[in-house]
């Protein structure tokens, strides 16, 4: 009976999550450009890969992305959390109101920071107020990507911040009231009580962001238009295999960076298990 009620998941999971994965493995020995019929090149895919500048290119800012929005989308969403966990006038709105950007569309998102990073966009409107001379964001190669970690940054911590709210709730008062009694400041009960005891929640929304940010896609293809410009500064892993792919007609290129991409995102997620995944003991 148990194998019968899970059985329709299963086929789910199968057919849409460990189907194609077993695809693009196995596509990832061949040479195809969808009009022509499948070779078997062996490795020749991932030599070709491993040479390419471009992919270099793509490796170092999906690292670059996942190693800045990480731990800035983490440290913020703990920042907030603990504002609004205290007893804040409206503190239901401005909870509504962080989260508002999470449950937003990324494609609409992704256009409203095309028109506030423009070179006469909002940002720069405010920074010639300051004095300050704004640059043409995402027309220059220095700042392109950085303006996409922001963007994603201000995306994805409300939603982590409900994540830390949760697990800020789930800690109990009388840990906080016993440390109070023996004279622990706020501070030492933050440091020394709140944060370990919030490292599960810290866990998943470590994990949660290497996986985010290592298959970020959809906000570099379309402020670059798909090109991953300018000079690829935001060209990221998964637009690279959609480019080998759709733009390039290489289907076991693609396959062979999507191969390699659950490699890295594997070994990060593997490492930050063995760095937060250690269960905790109140």
Known sequence: MGIA???P????????????????FFLSFFSWSLLNKMQYVGLSNFGFIFTSPLFWTAVFNTASFALVVVPTQTLVALGIAVLLNQNLPARGF???????????SSAVISIIFMWIYNK????NGALGVLGIPGP????NPFFALKAIMMMNIWTTSGYFMVVFLAGLQAIPQEIHDAAWVDGAGSWYRFTRITVPLLK???????????????????QAFIISGGTGGPLNSTTTLVLLIYQYIFSYGQVGYGAAVTVILFVFTMAVTLGVNKWLGKPIEY
């Open 200 to 218: 599960p929640t810290t866990f998943f929304v470590a994990i949660m962001g290497v996986i985010g940010t290592m298959q970020m896609f959809d």
């Open 136 to 139: 043409n964001w995402l027309a």
């Open 9 to 24: 998941a299963m086929i789910v999971l199968f057919l849409f999550t460990l189907g194609p994965a077993i695809y693009a």
């Open 120 to 123: 006469f966009g909002l940002l």
């Open 5 to 7: 009620m899970s059985l």
């Open 94 to 104: 401005l909870r509504l109101a962080f989260f508002f950007p999470a449950v937003s």
